[in-house]
């Protein structure tokens, strides 16, 4: 086991280095500036500006300076920010979005949990129907539109939630909402596929024949088995989510990192942009190996390693 | 919220919202007597550093928390900020403050003659990277500062005692006070930006302010922030806000519901809402000094295309061409308005008259729309020419609306007999490298004004200027502008009249061809008073602002 996850942390710090490096050339090959007003600058003053960002440097030094400073901790000076670290860009971004993530997750993973096993107990009657509408639904509607609904009937007509904003626990609630609806639906499609086929299986018959109740046998036996193979879903749902959505960020006005990374690709900001990236792909190789490793600790018929050592 | 409302919300997010729900409710209702109001912005605040400044948001910010030698009022006027008096002498080369004594910093230190030398001398200096460094050309030894060729100490500003301060130019500047309403020209206090190093001006509290309000609230990144009262500004008595508050806004229909929830006072809309708001007593056009014109080149490549260019009857043909009024109304529509000429409505007025500057400088012929008058002087000047056909590129962004305003004006110019046109749209940086290197036969450009004079755009058609890329050349231009910025630089009426005649010129040229003036529309609600709203350099002065 320690043998296996030390070779995974190595292809963790392997797997980063390549998108480091990788990112940091693509995005040579679309330079950016820190130049907020090149249509007015005289080439001397642009020279003399991008000398300050270290930019006059040929570009193997600049990506070894890149490099050097990541081991650091550095991550650079965004451009549209004056004088503020990426990192610490990222830092301040990532609490609103991961917070919304996380919400959306638990909000996302409970009521689909719920909503696909009535589906599956059920099964063929109206209220599979209704559930499988609207597990549809939520994959169907993008998450913007339902922000937008949510926020024109709940927030405006009603007034029952702030209408966009960040400040207190109020303000999330539409946000995570709309970031709910597709987990949701995803989780309720999984569950019900899952739990059609084990309350068909033999050991389900004899809890059955044993005469437990109903609600026994669907929660001590069904579900349980059901919700394993979930935990392969939730790793790249909580990547999905906790990077954080432009969308729904803007429309809610979040101070979050998605709608940031969008924002620094349309300016060309590239510290910013290769910053976010590393920081992405960490949070995402994170989360694989954690499911991974969980899924070794519920699951004992599952091997991390095929040699069983 | 009550019982019935919060069942409601179980109803929509689940009984494990519910509680939460209730939670949030105590937020909207807070009422109480002090004046405050609710702001948009539609970008974020990239920083509060006075030499850094180059976006509209911070310089608003940067305008109402701090001051400099003047500041800027009702339509461009100048009225007092930290000088209290000021002498001209030697031919306008030399200027003298002499600064209130009351005057303070928010942390009590007092704003001296020094702030604003170490202010000056930082924005220059090469190390600071400031990218608005450019407009203290004129002031003695700025160019080559800025070039690293001269100590930062050799800028033509010295403090003479605490409260008198003495600038030297190079040549007289005529509008040089109104630069001094230009946030890179105010002080700033030494011992707070040496403390803060390079954290100075990245967050709210690593600033100082000695403006009508200060900031709180701004963490460098987040969305939102106030302007609370300054109790420490020298004119605290005519400062009737509290606070103001700040949210980031950047999806226009999210802006306009916060707008109706009464949680915004003020938003811009966008041209699809303003279709529907048109008519709403809220309703407001901002306009802004930015003109959006047709550049032809003269030294075009294609010896056809240039020579064509070179032709009167062809440059105002393309011109005649150009329903401007329809453009304006149904492909913007965003409440910018027809170009009265290239210098922009509401800019500045005549000294002696009071009359906007595009009053004085009207010519008709240059901005009007007439399709006959257009196909006629365009079948003559190609009869002149010696051509039947011409093949012309239309260059401009790749952005919706720059997309939209190349297709509008490709189709008007092809109703002109033997004329095609094909259109490029390319990112903003090569369009303006393609500019610059006169790598176009017809450009679609933009120029805004750093502040409130017409120089800021005439200077511009010089034939020796680098940003004239269409290379439009007038003799008579040219020793128009120079005698504004030297003979007439202190004679403001002479001044004036050599301004309104270089326009005069250019229009009549049809050296370049005006299509609009950019404006923002908003939704500010009618209670809000005092607002001064200028079109160039700091648009927002919060100063006498008020709720009624």
């Known amino acids: ?309 | 919220m009550n019982l019935k409302t919060a069942a409601k919300v179980t109803a929509v997010a689940g009984a494990s919202l519910l509680f939460l729900a209730a939670c949030g409710s105590k937020n909207s209702s807070s009422s109480s007597s002090k004046a405050t109001a609710n702001m948009t912005m539609s970008a974020e605040l990239p920083t509060m550093d006075l030499s850094k400044s180059t976006d509209v948001v911070s310089s608003d910010m940067l305008n109402n928390t701090n001051e400099g030698l003047y500041r800027i009022g009702k339509n461009g006027s100048i009225t007092p900020g930290i000088a209290k008096a000021t002498k001209i002498s030697n031919g306008g080369k030399t200027y003298t403050f002499t600064l209130r004594k009351n005057a303070k910093w928010s942390n009590g230190d007092k704003v001296t003659a020094k702030d604003f030398v170490y202010g000056w001398q930082r924005t220059v200096n090469p190390k600071t990277a400031s990218q608005y460094a450019y407009l203290y050309s004129g002031i003695k030894n700025a160019d080559q500062i800025v070039n690293g060729k001269k100590p930062v100490s050799s800028l033509g500003i010295k403090a003479d005692g605490d409260y008198k301060l003495v600038v030297t130019l190079d040549k007289p500047i005529a509008y040089f006070k109104k630069l001094m309403g230009f946030v890179n020209f105010y002080p700033q206090n030494e011992s707070v930006a040496k403390k803060y190093g390079s954290k100075y001006g990245t967050t709210s509290t690593a600033m100082v302010y000695n403006g009508p309000y200060k900031m709180t609230g701004w963490t460098g990144t987040n969305l939102s922030w106030t302007l609370k009262k300054n109790n420490d500004y020298w004119d605290k008595k005519a400062v009737k806000m509290d606070s103001i508050k700040y949210q980031v806004v950047k999806d226009q229909s999210t802006g306009l519901n916060l707008f109706n929830s009464n949680k915004a006072d003020d938003t811009t809309l966008s041209s699809q809402q303003v279709k529907n708001y048109k008519t709403n007593k809220n309703y407001l056009v901002r306009k802004t000094a930015s003109t959006f014109y047709v550049e032809l080149n003269r030294k075009d490549s294609d010896s056809t295309i240039a020579k064509a260019f070179k032709n009167k009857k062809i440059r105002q043909a393309l011109s005649y061409a150009i329903n401007r009024n329809e453009y304006v109304k149904n492909t913007l529509g965003d409440g910018s308005t027809v170009a009265k000429g290239y210098v922009s409505q509401d800019l500045a007025k005549n000294p002696k008259t009071g009359k906007d500057f595009t009053d004085d400088a009207y010519v008709a012929s240059g901005v009007t729309y007439n399709q006959a008058k257009a196909k006629q002087l365009w079948k003559e000047g190609m009869k002149e020419i010696g051509e039947t056909k011409l093949n012309i590129k239309l260059l401009s962004d790749d952005t919706d609306g720059a997309k939209k305003s190349t297709e509008y004006i490709q189709g008007a110019w092809e109703k002109l007999p033997g004329l095609t046109v094909t259109n490029q749209n390319v990112p903003f940086k090569t369009r303006l490298q393609r500019s610059q290197n006169g790598n176009f036969d017809t450009v679609i450009s933009a120029w805004n004004a750093d502040f409130t004079d017409p120089i800021s755009f005439l200077s511009l058609f010089t034939s020796d200027n680098s940003y004239n890329n269409g290379r439009y050349n007038s003799a008579e231009y040219d020793s128009l502008i120079k005698k504004a910025e030297g003979t007439d630089a202190n004679n403001a009426s002479a001044r004036w009249t050599d301004m309104v005649n270089a326009e005069k010129q250019l229009m009549n040229d049809q050296g370049v061809i005006p299509i609009y003036q950019k404006a923002e529309a908003h939704l500010t609600r009618t209670n809000l008073k005092g607002i001064i709203w200028n079109t160039a350099g700091t648009n927002y002065n919060l100063k006498y602002m008020s709720v009624k």
Not at chain 1, 20 to 48: C, D, I, R
Not at chain 1, 129 to 136: E, F, G
Not at chain 1, 286 to 292: A, F
């Open chain 1, 1 to 309: 086991m320690r043998k296996y996850l030390l070779k995974r942390i190595f292809y963790l710090f392997l797997t980063l280095f390549i998108v480091a490096t990788a990112t940091f050339f693509l995005m040579k090959l679309m330079p950016g500036t820190p130049l907020q007003n090149e249509a007015k600058l005289t080439p001397s003053e642009k020279a003399a500006i991008l000398a300050q960002y270290g930019l006059d440097k040929p570009v193997w030094l600049q990506y070894f300076i890149y490099i050097g400073g990541i081991f650091k901790g550095s991550l650079g000076l965004s451009f549209q920010f004056s004088d503020q670290a990426v990192s610490y860009l990222i830092g301040s971004r990532m609490g609103p979005s991961m917070q919304l993530g996380g919400q959306a997750l638990v909000v996302g993973i409970i009521f689909g949990i719920i909503l696909g096993a009535i589906g599956a107990i059920r099964k063929d009657t109206w209220a599979d129907r209704l559930a499988t509408i609207l597990s549809i639904l939520g994959i169907a509607v993008p998450s913007f539109v339902l922000a937008i609904l949510l926020q024109y009937y709940l927030g405006l007509k009603t007034g029952w939630f702030p209408v966009a904003g960040w400040s207190g626990f109020a303000y999330t609630l539409l946000p995570t909402l709309a970031l709910a609806a597709s987990p949701l639906a995803e989780t309720a499609r999984f569950i019900r596929t899952d739990m059609v086929d084990v309350l068909s299986s033999d050991y389900i018959e004899l809890a059955k024949a044993k005469g437990l109740s109903k609600f026994g046998i669907v929660y001590h036996h069904a579900l349980r088995n059901s919700l394993i193979p979930m935990v392969t879903l939730i790793g790249p749902l909580a990547a999905a989510l906790m990077t954080g959505s432009m969308v729904v960020e803007n429309i809610f006005s979040v101070p979050g990192i998605g709608e940031q990374f969008v924002k620094s690709i349309l300016v060309n900001d590239y510290p910013t942009i290769m910053g976010v990236t590393i920081f992405y792909s960490a949070l995402l190789c994170l989360l694989l190996l954690l499911t991974d490793i969980v899924y070794g600790i519920i699951d004992p018929r599952i091997r991390l390693s095929g040699n069983g050592d």
